[in-house]
C-alpha cells in the first residue's frame, strides 16, 4: 500500500575540524608599487596635435570649398554672358542672311542684278541663250569703296605649307 506521508531524514550537520596551524598558509607580505612607465606629456602632446592637424586641414578644404564655389559662380556667370553673346550673333546672322540684306549689301559693292540669264550644258558645253553685258552703273565697281565693317579679306591659299609641325614626336 502507498503511503501519502513523506519521510523525512534528520539533516546532516558537517563537523567543523580544528584548524591547522598558521604555517600551512602563506603569509602576506607588502609589495612595492610598479614604477609608472613616464608623464601622461606625451601622450597629451600628441591627442593635441591630432586635434590640431585635423582642425587645420578642416579649415583648409573648407577655404578650398569656398574658393571652388566662387569660382563656379564666376565660370556660370560667364558662361551665360557668353551664350547670350552667340545667340546675339546667330541672330545678326539669320538678319545679315535675309535676301534684301544680301540685296542690299550687294548693291553697295556695285553688283547689278543680271536681266537675261544664260545656262551651260554640262554635257556638250554649249551656252543656251543670249547674254548682254551688264549694264554700267555711276560708279565703277573696281573702284568702290567697300564699308570695313562688311569686307571679307581674301583667301590666303598656299601651294605647300611654309612650316611643317609633324605629329610631336620628331627628335625624340
Given at each position: 500500500?502507498?503511503?501519502?506521508?513523506?519521510?523525512?531524514?534528520?539533516?546532516?550537520?558537517?563537523?567543523?575540524?580544528?584548524?591547522?596551524?598558521?604555517?600551512?598558509?602563506?603569509?602576506?607580505?607588502?609589495?612595492a608599487s610598479p614604477k609608472t612607465a613616464g608623464s601622461s606629456m606625451p601622450?597629451?602632446?600628441?591627442?593635441?596635435?591630432?586635434?590640431?592637424?585635423?582642425?587645420?586641414?578642416?579649415?583648409?578644404?573648407?577655404?578650398?570649398?569656398?574658393?571652388?564655389?566662387?569660382?563656379?559662380?564666376?565660370?556660370?556667370?560667364?558662361?551665360?554672358?557668353?551664350?547670350?553673346?552667340?545667340?546675339?550673333?546667330?541672330?545678326?546672322?539669320?538678319?545679315?542672311?535675309?535676301?534684301?540684306?544680301?540685296?542690299?549689301?550687294?548693291?553697295?559693292?556695285?553688283?547689278?542684278?543680271?536681266?537675261?540669264?544664260?545656262?551651260?550644258?554640262?554635257?556638250?558645253?554649249?551656252?543656251?541663250?543670249?547674254?548682254?553685258?551688264?549694264?554700267?552703273?555711276?560708279?565703277?565697281?573696281?573702284?568702290?569703296?567697300?564699308?570695313?565693317?562688311?569686307?571679307?579679306?581674301?583667301?590666303q591659299i598656299y601651294d605647300e605649307p611654309t612650316a611643317y609641325h609633324g605629329?610631336?614626336?620628331?627628335?625624340?
Open positions: 500500500m502507498a503511503s501519502t506521508s513523506a519521510v523525512h531524514a534528520p539533516a546532516i550537520r558537517p563537523v567543523r575540524g580544528t584548524r591547522r596551524s598558521a604555517a600551512a598558509r602563506p603569509g602576506l607580505t607588502v609589495v601622450f597629451t602632446m600628441l591627442c593635441t596635435l591630432i586635434v590640431v592637424a585635423t582642425l587645420a586641414a578642416l579649415l583648409y578644404l573648407n577655404i578650398q570649398m569656398s574658393d571652388t564655389s566662387y569660382e563656379i559662380t564666376r565660370l556660370q556667370g560667364q558662361s551665360q554672358r557668353l551664350t547670350e553673346e552667340s545667340q546675339a550673333l546667330a541672330e545678326t546672322n539669320e538678319r545679315l542672311g535675309t535676301p534684301q540684306e544680301l540685296a542690299r549689301q550687294a548693291r553697295e559693292i556695285g553688283m547689278v542684278p543680271v536681266a537675261d540669264p544664260a545656262y551651260i550644258d554640262l554635257d556638250t558645253g554649249e551656252i543656251i541663250g543670249e547674254t548682254s553685258p551688264a549694264a554700267q552703273t555711276e560708279v565703277n565697281p573696281e573702284l568702290t569703296e567697300v564699308p570695313e565693317k562688311v569686307a571679307v579679306p581674301p583667301a605629329m610631336g614626336n620628331e627628335g625624340a
